[in-house]
Nanobody, 125 residues
Framework: QVQLVESGGGLVQAGGSLRLSCAAS????????ISWFRQAPGKERDLAAA????????YYADSVKGRFTISRDNAKNTVILQMNSLKPEDSAVYYC??????????????????WGKGTQVTVSS
C-alpha cells in the first residue's frame, strides 16, 4: 500500500507555530513533488506550499509566504511544513499530496496521485 500520513496538527493560538509532517510509505517518492493543500469549511482546497523531489523548486501561496517553510528529507521519505506566525485564517484541514515532478501545474489538486487523509489545524484568536 502506498500511503501518505500527515501528523502535527492541533490547536494553537494566533502567533504560534506548528510543524506538520508528511510521511510516505509503500514506496520512495522519487521524482515526485509533495504538496500541502488546505481546505477550510465551505472553501475550495488550495495549495499552500509544494516542493519538488530535489528541493530545487519550492512554491508558497502568497497568503503563507514568509511564514511557512517547506522542506524534505528524502532519506526519511518525509516532508515538513513549518508554520510560524499562525493566523486564524490558516485554520483548515491540511493534506499532503504527491504529484509527478513533471505535472503541469501543482496548484491543481487533480494532478496529485496520492493523498493523505489530512490533519486539522485550528488557530484561535
Amino acid at each position: 500500500q502506498v500511503q501518505l500520513v500527515e501528523s502535527g496538527g492541533g490547536l494553537v493560538q494566533a502567533g504560534g507555530s506548528l510543524r506538520l509532517s508528511c510521511a510516505a510509505s509503500g514506496r520512495t517518492f522519487s521524482n515526485y513533488a509533495i504538496s500541502w493543500f488546505r481546505q477550510a469549511p465551505g472553501k475550495e482546497r488550495d495549495l499552500a506550499a509544494a516542493i519538488t523531489w530535489s528541493g530545487g523548486w519550492r512554491y508558497y501561496a502568497d497568503s503563507v509566504k514568509g511564514r511557512f517553510t517547506i522542506s524534505r528529507d528524502n532519506a526519511k521519505n518525509t516532508v515538513i511544513l513549518q508554520m510560524n506566525s499562525l493566523k486564524p485564517e490558516d485554520s483548515a484541514v491540511y493534506y499532503c499530496a504527491a504529484a509527478p515532478d513533471s505535472a503541469h501545474d501543482l496548484r491543481s489538486p487533480s494532478v496529485h496521485e496520492y493523498w493523505g487523509k489530512g490533519t486539522q489545524v485550528t488557530v484561535s484568536s
